[in-house]
């Protein structure tokens, strides 16, 4: 952790002290969490919620761990899944990659130009037995890739209505051990570089003039309270947007009559018509756009969080 009065890092041991709370996080610039050997309890309920609440409220975040993906997703509970799903925005999809080689992807502001290995002479744990294989869901891009298969061992996500940062190593940075002696020196500077730079924003979007009439799918996805939605559009046109739950019925609606080309952004923050906060579970978002007599409609599916 970089406390911002200048104290380069500090400790946090939650086996003497307890899980942080939030207000402790953002009391550093960035934030490394750190699960070790833990394979059955790397991250509690306490310490979940700790980790949302800091990056819904822009935190800077760096979590590594070779068995967080077994415990909470083949070993947990459904909100443990949620949580490895919507927060750490990947997908589990093997416990044990067998390999102990990691390249960055390139071109990759994190990982371009990285190598790692776990098995080389230059210290390094030597616990990285089960090093888990992931995908990133969308918007979150891998970093990281076990070599040879190229397959995710690493992943960014920026959030771009809340300015946090995450980047999410589904190994142990601990167990770097090559094949440089400053290995894991460069893999946790360029971490940390990009964790503090400013979440990235196209300042020229409302200039970008669209080909075809399209929505983003929403982000974050699944969210808590808040997200986004880009709608495309590519020539002036009357745009409404509805959201319905399941069942049909209308919880929101926006009319902006005649808007302007380009890509417009709407921001949900989980409200209903009366300004009430929505229950979790699915919901339907729907866009029309009419324009020289033609209408179309387009519509995605959003998950709401507790």
Known sequence: MARKTGVLAETWDINENGAPDVDELFQYKSVIWFTGDDREATLTSEEQSVVKHYLSQGGRLLMTGQDIGYDLVEQGSQNDSLFYASVLHAQLISDASGQASVVGVPGDPVGNGLAIRFEDMHGGAGNQDTPSIIQAIAPAQISFQYLPGRQGAGLRYEDPVEKSKLVYLAFGLEGIAG?????????????????????????ARDHVKPSIFSISQNYPNPFNPRTAIDVRVPSRAHVKIVIT???????????????DPGIHTLHWHGLNAAGSPVVSGLYVLSVTMKSDNKKEHRSIKMIKLE
């Open 179 to 203: 094949p440089k002696k400053d290995s894991a020196a460069m893999v946790l500077r360029s971490i940390l570089d990009w964790l503090k730079k400013p979440v990235e924003t196209n300042v």
């Open 245 to 259: 739950n399941t069942l049909g019925q209308g919880i929101r609606e926006w009319d902006f009559g005649e808007v």
